[in-house]
T-cell receptor
Framework: EAGVAQSPRYKIIEKRQSVAFWCNPI?????LYWYQQILGQGPKLLIQFQNNGVVDDSQLPKDRFSAERLKGVDSTLKIQPAKLEDSAVYLC????WGAGYTFGSGTRLTVV | DQQVKQNSPSLSVQEGRISILNCDYT??????FLWYKKYPAEGPTFLIS?????DKNEDGRFTVFLNKSAKHLSLHIVPSQPGDSAVYFCAASAPSNTGKLIFGQGTTLQVKP
């Protein structure tokens, strides 16, 4: 079974620039999550999709972050404009009923 | 509001000895708890879990204990091996049961040969 694919692995941008991350979940997994992990902290949920609908985006900074999951498969997370405090690892995970989470390797974002 | 806390940022143990990682939570509505292991440049991988109806779950060298009255859980690794060196995250399932996980800050375990 292929895992959760994320790209890019690393990204360095200047503040106020925009950036996008891509996630391809495990085939058949209806639920997709984006987590933000700041250095020294645990992952924090940004947004959760069930198929292509949003279940929870209560901690997504909507003035600068956006996410979509077209056709209930791949997902993209965008930040525009980026701030220094957005430097973190962005983890995508997917799950299905009765199965646990599978995380991708993450995208490490550095905002300078 | 940190609902799940791991108060020890790091732990160092000798190979073959027991490693004990601790986790405290504040929300009594949490009903499922998990431990994840994370190596550098990789995503967290599931290690072991426990339901709130149990007080112990064992899987090979890994045992998780849950003390609901104290809102405390711990992960025991016996015997510890150098390959166990990683960051360990405690997580709790949110009461809404949407699948959302609340993570602690993590504990870095170093097992010395």
């Amino acid at each position: 079974e292929a895992g959760v694919a994320q790209s890019p692995r690393y990204k360095i941008i200047e503040k106020r620039q925009s950036v996008a991350f891509w996630c391809n979940p495990i085939s058949g997994h209806a639920t997709l999550y984006w987590y933000q992990q700041i250095l020294g902290q645990g992952p924090k949920l940004l947004i959760q999709f069930q198929n292509n609908g949003v279940v929870d985006d209560s901690q997504l900074p909507k003035d600068r972050f956006s996410a979509e999951r077209l056709k209930g498969v791949d997902s993209t997370l965008k930040i525009q404009p980026a701030k220094l405090e957005d430097s973190a690892v962005y983890l995508c995970a997917s799950s299905s009923w009765g199965a646990g989470y599978t995380f991708g390797s993450g995208t490490r974002l550095t905002v300078v | 509001d940190q609902q799940v806390k791991q108060n020890s940022p790091s732990l160092s143990v000798q190979e073959g000895r027991i490693s004990i990682l601790n986790c405290d939570y504040t929300n009594s509505m949490f009903d499922y708890f998990l431990w994840y292991k994370k190596y550098p440049a990789e995503g967290p991988t599931f290690l072991i879990s426990i339901s709130s109806i149990k007080d112990k779950n064992e899987d090979g060298r890994f045992t998780v204990f849950l003390n609901k009255s104290a809102k405390h859980l711990s992960l025991h690794i016996v015997p510890s091996q150098p390959g166990d060196s990683a960051v360990y995250f405690c997580a709790a399932s949110a009461p809404s049961n949407t699948g959302k996980l609340i993570f602690g800050q993590g504990t870095t375990l170093q097992v010395k040969p």
